[in-house]
């Protein structure tokens, strides 16, 4: 199991090499075929895809969130993916009492390791938030609200490069954009107050641009999974000394620092003016 991280510094020295993990998706991907149509890239690997350019580098991750669509569900395609998971040299993984852990599965070839974990959104009838629905025996997702909203906000990005058991491809990969992204974030952080879920929200309005994100959030059905996201920059991200500014400075730099917060701060207000 991968130990948690508290700050940026944390992230960057973290082991996990986001070569290794961009060579576990290539992998995946040339193994997925038609199911990774039903799959999207989401959680803090989706801005190390979307912001590769960017003047100041995205953080590091310790894994990739898969985001599994509506239709695949509804579908039953469940053991395809299990097979190709398999296939691509992916097994569940084990929690800290050695059991099995079949919504997060790892590939670990010599010098290297790769941890996917995979979600799905919640529904009436399902489990609980954050809680694991088995598809099969051996794999299962995390109900996570609002992951429907990365299949409505979609980039389509190039990946070049090794696969994890060797050799070079290209595949072309969907990643959730930066309006969903957002979104997903502010309800992360709602629901764990998380460092890191502030810093990759405000890093989301940094690269793209409140114009941008209220844009692709501007297209979105109202539900309550949005009405809450938005509830939650409302609350805790509008004034500098908010526990979200408060907590992006704090996992960036340790110490607090006004700029930093006034900065996190401004761009929410921003984002929610252009959303009206």
Same mark, same amino acid.
């Given at each position: ?18 070569? +290794? ?6 992998? @995946? ?39 599994? +669509?509506?239709?695949? !569900? ?10 190709? @998971? ?6 569940? =993984? ?19 390791? &790769? ?39 979609? &980039? ?23 309006? *969903?992204?957002? &979104? ?15 810093? =990759? ?10 114009? =941008? ?24 991200? !509008? ?17 607090? +620092? ?6 996190? *701060?401004?761009? &929410? ?8």
């Amino acid at each position: 199991m991968a130990t948690k991280r508290r700050t940026k510094a944390e992230y960057d020295a973290a082991p996990t090499s986001m070569e +290794s993990l961009k060579a576990g998706v290539i992998e @995946l991907m040339t193994r997925l075929g038609d199911v990774a149509d039903e799959i999207v890239i989401v959680g803090g690997f989706a801005p190390v895809l979307l912001f590769a350019d960017a003047e100041v580098p995205p953080t590091g991750t310790l894994d990739v969130d898969l985001g599994l +669509s509506l239709a695949l !569900l509804a579908e039953d395609r469940y053991q395809a993916l299990e097979d190709r @998971l398999t296939a691509a040299g992916f097994e569940p =993984d084990t929690n800290d009492k050695g059991n099995p852990s079949p919504q997060r599965w790892t590939s670990a070839p010599p010098g290297s390791l &790769v941890v996917v974990d995979l979600l799905m959104p919640a529904f009436e009838g399902g489990p609980p938030p954050g809680k694991p629905q088995f598809l099969t025996k051996r794999l299962a997702a995390f109900a996570i609200p609002g992951i429907e909203l990365a299949h409505q906000d979609v &980039v389509r990005i190039t990946l070049r490069g090794a696969a994890l058991a060797g050799g070079q491809a290209e595949r072309k990969v969907s990643v959730c954009g930066p309006g *969903a992204f957002v &979104v997903l974030k502010a309800l992360a952080f709602a629901n764990r107050g998380e460092g890191k879920d502030a810093h =990759d929200l405000i890093y989301a309005l940094e690269c793209a641009g409140p114009g =941008d994100v209220a844009r692709r959030i501007g297209s979105f059905p109202t539900s309550p999974h949005l009405a809450r996201a938005l509830e939650t920059l409302r609350g805790d991200f !509008l004034s500098a000394d908010g526990i979200g500014p408060v907590r992006v400075a704090q996992f960036r730099s340790v110490a607090p +620092s006004q700029n930093l917060q006034a900065e996190a *701060a401004s761009r &929410v207000r921003e984002l929610l003016r252009k959303l009206g």
